[in-house]
C-alpha cells in the first residue's frame, strides 16, 4: 500500500479563512436531531474559495471558462513538491529555475504558510515573473499551501498569466507533513457547474 497524505484542510468554523474575513467563515448549522426524533442533519455555508479548492479561470478573466470545464485527468497524476520554506514574501523566477521544471508537470509550492493554522497577512506569493516563467514553460497545475497564490500586485497578474495560459491553479494545500520530491497527486473537487471554483479533497501518494 501506497503512504498517503492528506493534503486538504479541514474544513470548520474556526478554519483560516482569507484575511480572517468573518463572512468568508464557513457556517455550519444543525437543521434537525434525534433529540426531535428525526435524523441527524447539518446545513453547510461556505464560500466556494474556501480551504483547499481549484480556482476555474471565470474567476479573474471575464466571460472565462468555470470549474466543471476541467478535466479530471488534469487533476490526477505524477506530481512534484518543491521544498520553497527558504523563500521570503514572493516566489520569482530566480527562485524557480534551479528546479528544472518541465513542460506538462503538477507542481506544488511548499513554503511558510504549510507550518501554520492561521491566515498569514505576509504569506509567500508567486510574484508575476514567477507565474511567466511558468505559463512559458507550459506547465500544466501549480498548487499552493497559501489561501492565494498571489498578493500586493495590482490586477491579480498572478492568477491572469497562468490562467490565460491553460495552468491550473490550487489553493491551501497543506504540505506540513510532506517532503520534497515526486508523488502521485489526486485532487477531487466538488461536482459544481457554472461557477468560479470548487472546495477539494487533496492528497499525494507515495
Known amino acids: 500500500m501506497p503512504t498517503i497524505y492528506d493534503i486538504s484542510m479541514t474544513i470548520e ?3 483560516q479563512v482569507w484575511k480572517n474575513y468573518e463572512q468568508k467563515k464557513p457556517k455550519i ?3 434537525q436531531n434525534h433529540d426531535e426524533g428525526k435524523p441527524h442533519e447539518s446545513l453547510l455555508s461556505m464560500n466556494v474559495h474556501t480551504g483547499t479548492h481549484v ?3 471565470l474567476h479573474m478573466l471575464a466571460g472565462g471558462d468555470t470549474i466543471e470545464t476541467i ?3 488534469r487533476l490526477v497524476g505524477p506530481a512534484r513538491v518543491l521544498d520553497l520554506t527558504h523563500v521570503k ?3 520569482t523566477k530566480e527562485d524557480l529555475e534551479p528546479f528544472a521544471i518541465q513542460r506538462g508537470e503538477r507542481i506544488l509550492f511548499k513554503t511558510s504558510s504549510s507550518f501554520s493554522e492561521d491566515f498569514l497577512m ?8 514567477g507565474a511567466k516563467y511558468l505559463a512559458d ?3 500544466g ?3 499552493t499551501d497559501a489561501l492565494g497564490i498571489e498578493r500586493a500586485q495590482a490586477e491579480y497578474p498572478t492568477h491572469r498569466t497562468l490562467m490565460r495560459n491553460d495552468v491550473i491553479i490550487v489553493e491551501g494545500v497543506r504540505l506540513k507533513e510532506v517532503a520534497a520530491g515526486n508523488y502521485s497527486l489526486v485532487i477531487a473537487p466538488l461536482k459544481l457547474t457554472g461557477i468560479d471554483a470548487s472546495p477539494a479533497r487533496a492528497f499525494l501518494m507515495a
Open 13 to 15: 468554523e474556526s478554519m
Open 29 to 31: 448549522t444543525n437543521v
Open 55 to 57: 480556482d476555474a479561470p
Open 71 to 73: 478535466p479530471l485527468e
Open 89 to 91: 514574501e514572493f516566489i
Open 122 to 129: 505576509d504569506f509567500v506569493f508567486l510574484r508575476e515573473d
Open 137 to 139: 514553460i507550459g506547465i
Open 141 to 143: 497545475l501549480v498548487a
